[in-house]
Each structure stands twice: as C-alpha cells, then as structure tokens.
C-alpha cells in the first residue's frame, strides 16, 4: 500500500504547548491572587502607633483657641498620600451636613519638607484652601506633626479651648474608603457634645514624615468633592 499509515504521535514527541497553557493559566491566577491580596492587606493596614498629647503642646505654631470659642480641629497631610483626599472630602462634607451650635476651628496642617517646597502647591492643599472657614498651615519639615506626636497622613485631633484632647483618629474605614466609619459618628458627637471621645480611632493614610507617598498605587489624583459639596 503506497499510503503511509496514519499512526498517533506519541507523548514525548508532543509540543509542550498542552502542558504549558494550563501552567501559564495556573501561575497568572497565582500572580492576581497575591497582588490582590497584598493590596488589600495594605487597605486595611492602619498607621503607625501615634502619641498624641492629653493637653495642648507648648512651643505649637499652631495657636489654641480663646476662652468662650468652640473647639480646634487639626487634620494633618502629606501632599502626596492619595488616601488623605478622602479624608479631606470626608471632613467637609461632615461639617456642611452637621448641625453644630458652634462650628470648630479647622486647621489643616500640610507636611512640606525643605527638599520639596512645591509641595506647598499640591493639589490637596488647594482644595483645603477652598473648604469654607477652614485655614491651610504649612508644617516645614513636619515641625509641629512632631509636637503632636503625628505619625499618619490623614490623622484628625479636637481640643476644647481650655486645650483639653476630644478626639484622637481617623475618618476613614480603610486607606482611600469613601463612606461611613465610626471615626467619623465618634466626631461629629464630639464636636455637638464638646465631650472626649472614648477612644482612638484607627488612621489609615501614607507616613506623615516621608519624602514621598508610601502608597505603592501612587494615586495623587484629587477626588472629586462629594454631591451637593463644591
């Protein structure tokens, strides 16, 4: 017969492409799988430990408020931490929405360290600048977030006029989480009440002190403001 006899190719003559694709499929889902998962413990991880003082610090450029005003809130930024900008919208839309007898003093205190003077002009700033009664304080090379004992971008302090500590922490449920948190239902009872929280709420936000952001998805971008905020 002069036709040649079809016979199956046997195994090890075989390219490897049908070994290789479920292998390649196998070490992608591996790859998304720990990429997903360290970004999300990296959410959820709050700041480091911070020692905040019971009474207002000594020697603060920041000056308290008199007898008879209301109360001073400090929030503290890096400019380049993308997770803080939630904070800053957080932070805005509570105090429009909120109905205080008495509104507080915001002081948003922004980190600008003496290699980056530019800094001073990053957009979060900008956007502090424009929030209604709220006053931006350049922190060079992170001065007064030391007498604060701040670690954490993000990271909020209530004093009482006579210069007493309300409330300790942050606004947000995870690093970049735009929504309710308990920090924020802790603060806004604060700021009615004039009454000490009980206790810190955990701040999610990039080191305070850093020459850069410690957010590896680099998200500088500014967030639109929140509904019904402009």
């Given at each position: 017969d002069s036709k040649a006899e079809l016979r199956p190719t046997p195994m090890h003559d075989r390219p490897l492409t049908w070994l290789m694709s479920p292998i390649v499929f196998v070490v992608w889902c591996t790859f998304v799988v720990s990429i997903t998962m360290a970004t999300w413990g990296y959410d959820v991880a709050p700041g480091s430990?911070?020692?905040?003082?019971?009474?207002?610090?000594?020697?603060?450029?920041?000056?308290k408020v008199g007898a008879g005003a209301g109360s001073r809130l400090l929030c503290f930024?890096?400019?380049m931490c993308g997770c803080s900008v939630v904070t800053v919208n957080c932070l805005e839309q509570l105090l429009a929405e909120s109905d205080l007898s008495t509104a507080p003093q915001v002081v948003f205190v922004g980190y600008v360290p003496a290699s980056h003077p530019e800094w001073a002009e990053e957009a979060i700033l900008r956007r502090c600048r424009q929030i209604p009664g709220a006053t931006v304080l350049l922190d060079p090379d992170g001065a007064d977030a030391r007498r604060f004992g701040i670690t954490t971008s993000g990271h909020v302090l209530v004093y009482s006029n006579e210069?007493?500590?309300?409330?300790?922490?942050?606004?947000?449920?995870?690093?970049?989480?735009?929504?309710?948190?308990?920090?924020?239902?802790?603060l806004l009872k604060c700021l009615r009440t004039l009454e000490a929280?009980?206790?810190?709420?955990?701040?999610?936000?990039?080191?305070?002190?850093?020459?850069?952001?410690?957010?590896?998805?680099?998200?500088?971008?500014?967030?639109?403001?929140?509904?019904g905020i402009q």
């Open positions: 430990e911070a020692t905040v003082p019971e009474k207002w610090p000594s020697g603060a450029r920041i000056t930024l890096h400019p210069g007493r500590l309300l409330f300790d922490g942050g606004l947000t449920a995870s690093r970049g989480h735009a929504g309710p948190s308990s920090g924020q239902d802790a929280a009980d206790q810190r709420y955990p701040i999610f936000g990039c080191s305070i002190l850093t020459s850069g952001s410690s957010d590896p998805r680099r998200a500088f971008s500014v967030i639109p403001a929140p509904a």
